[in-house]
């Protein structure tokens, strides 16, 4: 099986700008879950997705949104980018119980200019 | 406070060493996960605990629910070993510890 992939790897954007990053999750995972790592703060779980609705959601502001397709491939919004956004972002999959395992992907590096 | 507590921060050891990192955690969980991250970022799942003990290799995870605590040991410890090793608890999301840093030196 594939794993977790994540597109683009890398990412320059400039402050005010938006983004979008994409997932896809191993075949047959419903769940989709994002996050943002920073030096900073670590690890941080922005939300979760499964079977195209937001289950679960972080202590993120608004601009920060997503969404999952009917094909369980999910994307990740960042309107009007600020400085502190630059982060390596993270998915992960699973088949769908809170229990189960995740699989990561290798990240998306945001860097804001 | 933060929910998810790890010790060491920072771990150097030689090759051949026993590594234990630590986790505790204050809030009440349905899964304990040890991570493995290395350069670069991506990162694997080690273990999923929900009671007792795991072995997987020369890695052993063990969780005491009553104490709130885990630990992930390292038997015969390896300079590929070198990463960053990562608690985190499920409670109806994944909430991280800030990490180990193992450096194992040959």
């Known amino acids: 099986k594939a794993g977790v992939t994540q597109t683009p790897r890398y990412l320059i954007k400039t402050r005010g700008q938006q983004v979008t990053l994409s997932c896809s999750p191993i075949?047959?995972?419903?769940?989709v879950s994002w996050y943002q790592q920073t030096p900073g703060q670590g690890l941080q779980f922005l939300f979760e997705?499964?079977?195209?609705?937001?289950?679960n959601k972080g202590n993120f502001p608004g601009r920060f949104s997503g969404r999952q397709f009917s094909n369980s491939r999910s994307e990740m919004n960042v309107s009007t980018l600020e400085l502190g956004d630059s982060a390596l972002y993270l998915c992960?999959?699973?088949?769908?119980?809170?229990?189960?395992?995740?699989?990561f992907g290798p990240g998306t590096r945001l860097t804001v200019l | 406070k933060n929910e998810v507590e790890q010790s060491p921060q920072n771990l150097t050891a030689q090759e051949g060493e026993f590594i234990t990192i630590n986790c505790s955690y204050s809030?009440?969980?349905?899964?304990l996960h040890w991570l493995q991250q290395h350069p670069g970022g991506g990162i694997v799942s080690l273990f999923m605990?929900?009671?007792g003990k795991k072995k997987h290799g020369r890695l052993i995870a063990t969780i005491n629910i009553q104490e709130k605590h885990s630990s992930l040991h390292i038997t015969a410890s390896h300079p590929r070993d070198s990463a960053v090793y990562i608690c985190?608890?499920?409670?109806?999301?994944?909430?991280f510890g800030t990490g180990t840093r193992l450096t194992i030196i040959p």
């Open positions: 992960a999959s699973r088949g769908g119980g809170l229990t189960d395992t995740q699989y």
């Open positions: 075949s047959g995972h419903r769940s």
């Open positions: 997705y499964f079977s195209e609705t937001q289950r």
């Open positions: 809030v009440g969980i349905s899964a």
């Open positions: 605990l929900s009671s």
């Open positions: 985190a608890v499920t409670n109806e999301k994944l909430t």
